[in-house]
């Protein structure tokens, strides 16, 4: 099974007006890939086992199991999304073994869940790997952002670089056709290393 990894450095950049011009663009940053700049009082954190306050950097070995975890502060769709040192992003959640993305406040979900009939396994590449979670106060549509393969279990994300994922998902959270106000969604990410 293919791990969770990311990035190891962004560059910060701002992009350009998505919805309407009076709305701030979502930022591309070094910390966590997109950021809303509108604040909003839907908060989420993402952990990952071996740190279970988010705040470090722990390693783990190809071969060795993790476990991601992600709480909210509101009833939200939770999306995991694990950035690969090589700028390539794996869409953890949803998927077809556990499609159910959303989260009721203060619940701590965890995957995969105990009782989940799959493990997420160290793969590689070695490096400096980053967790990303977005937290929605309604469904995203992720049709232009990933796909599923035929029998695949985890889709696809499309764009095959950091900033062509940032840059799309920033479409996602702030659709052109049906603008989502800014206030209804926030990121947080958790950083790992794969080490020897």
Do not use: C, H
């Amino acid at each position: 099974m293919k791990k969770p990894a990311l990035l190891i450095a962004l560059t910060a950049t701002l992009l350009g007006t998505l919805a309407t011009p009076a709305l701030a663009a979502p930022k591309l940053s070094a910390q966590s890939i997109i950021v809303n700049p509108v604040p909003t009082n839907l908060s989420v954190k993402v952990w990952v086992d071996r740190d279970t306050s988010g705040d470090r950097t722990p390693v783990y070995r190809v071969g060795d199991r993790i476990r991601i975890s992600t709480t909210v502060n509101e009833d939200a769709y939770v999306y995991l999304f694990n950035i690969n040192p090589d700028g390539t992003t794996d869409q953890i959640l949803p998927n077809r073994l556990s499609s159910s993305a959303y989260v009721r406040a203060g619940q701590v979900r965890t995957f995969p869940d105990r009782g989940d009939n799959f493990v997420f396994n160290i793969s590689g590449p070695r490096g400096i790997n980053k967790v990303l979670v977005i937290a929605s106060r309604t469904p995203l549509n992720l049709d232009q952002l990933s796909s599923y393969g035929q029998g695949e279990t985890f889709a696809t994300v499309q764009p095959k670089t950091q900033a062509g994922f940032a840059q799309a998902l920033s479409i996602v959270v702030n659709p052109v056709e049906q603008p989502v106000p800014q206030q209804n969604w926030t990121s947080d990410t958790v950083r790992y290393s794969v080490g020897r």
